[in-house]
């Protein structure tokens, strides 16, 4: 299977799981479709596609699966709707499009960022899933990766720094919380839907997100230099022009590039030992790099 064929039925697996149980509640109409609007504004399913490509590592793709890469992706989605706020980093375009704010309004944007944090939480809840002790690991882990010991650590962090010089220690130590964390939840959390246990194979799967998340990241700083505003789906320089810390400033633009590569081939160095069914794992360590928005 290609990455593109990957991508599809990635992207088709967690928007059909989504869809399904974003069921109409007539009071809520209004805040639904902001909701809606934010989940499925044209997102690479990066986080899902890494849900599906770990737990294929272990066994088939279940519901647990699916419910872990629907509620990876309604974080993901509120804590952009939160980050393109007027509060934090102001922006009118996400994806392309006009952010959840400028969509709707202001108090609108933060409540559909509320209903989907809390979204994700009742998505991997379900007595459906009729497996008590997976589904308390599984929000255990999404727990500890976007709320204080994760991705509101690292956005707090990135706020008060702005305008600020800081190290690569730091920059590093604000990226592992605010991009990393999440990462590494969508890949564990995979895997732990179809039954990884070993502390081996999860340590080396750690390894690898990582990897790739600070990757992620610093390849996000580049591309903001490097692509223009059509290209990215949001303002070229935005992170400039906000006087953000970014590794391209810190390390120039060739050191930047630099540092992918090389978190690049630690990523697959990491998860060697899997063989050839790591391989939609190495190819989205690939496409990270590789990226242009």
């Known amino acids: 299977m290609t990455l593109d064929d990957f991508s599809l039925y990635a992207r088709r697996r967690v928007d059909n799981y989504l869809t399904q149980n974003l069921s109409q509640y007539a009071p809520a109409a209004h805040l639904q479709s902001a909701m809606s609007y934010s989940l499925f504004n044209g997102g690479k399913r990066v986080r899902p596609m890494l849900t599906y490509a770990a737990a294929s590592l272990f066994g088939e793709a279940n519901d647990l699966t699916d419910a872990s890469a629907a509620a990876i992706e309604s974080i993901h989605a509120y804590s952009l709707i939160h980050d393109d706020l007027p509060a934090m980093d102001d922006d009118n375009l996400r994806r392309g499009k006009p952010t959840c704010h400028i969509q709707f309004d202001e108090a609108t944007a933060i409540l559909a960022g509320d209903a989907l944090q809390t979204f994700a939480f009742e998505l991997l809840s379900l007595t459906t899933h009729k497996n008590t002790k997976t589904q308390l690991q599984l929000i255990q882990e999404l727990v500890h990766a976007s709320g204080r010991h994760g991705m509101v650590t690292g956005q707090m ?104 590569l090389s978190l690049h081939d630690q990523a697959i160095t990491s998860i060697s030992p899997f063989g050839d069914a790591a391989q939609p794992l190495v190819e989205l360590a690939n496409y990270i790099i590789g990226r242009n928005h």
Do not use: C
């Open 157 to 260: 962090i990135d706020l008060s720094n702005v305008g600020k010089n800081i190290d690569i220690k730091a920059l590093e130590q604000m990226h592992q919380h605010k991009t990393g964390a999440l990462i590494r939840a969508s890949i564990r959390m995979g895997a732990i839907s179809t039954g990884a246990q070993n502390e081996k194979d999860l340590a080396a799967l750690d390894a690898y997100a990582s990897a790739i998340g600070l990757a992620f990241q610093v390849q996000d700083d580049i591309i903001d230099i490097t692509s223009d505003t059509t290209t990215l789906g949001k303002t070229q320089f935005s992170d400039e022009e906000a006087n953000k810390p970014t590794y391209p400033k810190l390390l120039g633009l060739e050191g930047a590039q630099a540092l992918a």
